[in-house]
């Protein structure tokens, strides 16, 4: 699983950057964003790099997850996949 793809987007959409203003950015086609955020495309280094001076993150930080959604992650494993749609559909309510 390519992380950075995720990571990058929750940091686009946080700060409420668009697609193509993210891509303009990143010198890249939103297509290709498209699929670097959803995680069928592994970025450039280049692209790592200006990723992080946008949303002033270290480099690094693109690489793994936070420490604090790793249980979360596990205990996502175990979920049926009607428990996993229940907290998708919960997580977009924002509650």
Known sequence: MIISGF?????????GVS???????LDITT????????GKNKP?????????????LDEGYFLSLPDSLLPALD?????????KNI????????M
């Open 31 to 38: 297509t290709y964003l498209s699929l670097i955020e959803t």
């Open 87 to 94: 907290l998708s559909s919960l997580l977009a309510s924002k």
């Open 19 to 25: 697609c193509k203003s993210c891509a303009d950015y």
């Open 75 to 83: 205990a996502a494993k175990t979920l049926t996949n009607v428990e």
């Open 7 to 15: 990571i990058l987007r929750a940091h686009r959409l946080d700060k």
């Open 44 to 56: 450039s280094k280049k692209v790592l790099k200006k990723a992080a001076v946008l949303f002033d």
